[in-house]
Nanobody
Framework: QVQLVESGGGLVQAGGSLRLSCAAS????????MGWFRQTPGKEREFVAA????????YYEDSVLGRFTISRDNAKNMVYLQMNSLKAEDTAVYYC???????????????????WGQGTQVTVSS
């Protein structure tokens, strides 16, 4: 089992930055694909970014490309999402997620992710 806890959310003005952190416990994440998703009330959960267990493949949702950066620090068992040039439409609860990586492709589909955190609220004021 992998436990994930997100932090770093908050209220920020449009154009500002936030850095989300995801702390993993229970197992080392070095063999896990990691991802970030977000959800707003009444909408489907949306893929944001994902990084492969090897770190050599990264995907972004089109609307965050060039503004968000996903990274991982296996030694600290942490995953990060650096969010720059934030927009009001980035407002959502952001979730960290994971699934075992070796012999499995990195995907954007949340249904493939087995472990989820509780989420952290990001609110961008315009």
């Amino acid at each position: 089992q992998v436990q994930l806890v997100e932090s770093g959310g908050g209220l920020v003005q449009a154009g500002g930055s936030l850095r989300l952190s995801c702390a993993a416990s229970g197992r080392t994440i070095s063999s896990y694909h990691m991802g970030w998703f977000r959800q707003t009330p009444g909408k489907e959960r949306e893929f944001v970014a994902a990084i492969s267990w090897t770190g050599n493949r990264i995907y972004y949702e089109d609307s965050v490309l060039g503004r968000f950066t996903i990274s991982r620090d296996n030694a600290k068992n942490m995953v990060y999402l650096q969010m720059n040039s934030l927009k009001a439409e980035d407002t959502a609860v952001y979730y960290c997620a994971a699934y075992y990586g070796p012999r499995r492709e990195l995907v954007r589909d949340g249904k493939s992710f087995d472990y989820w955190g509780q989420g952290t609220q990001v609110t961008v004021s315009s």
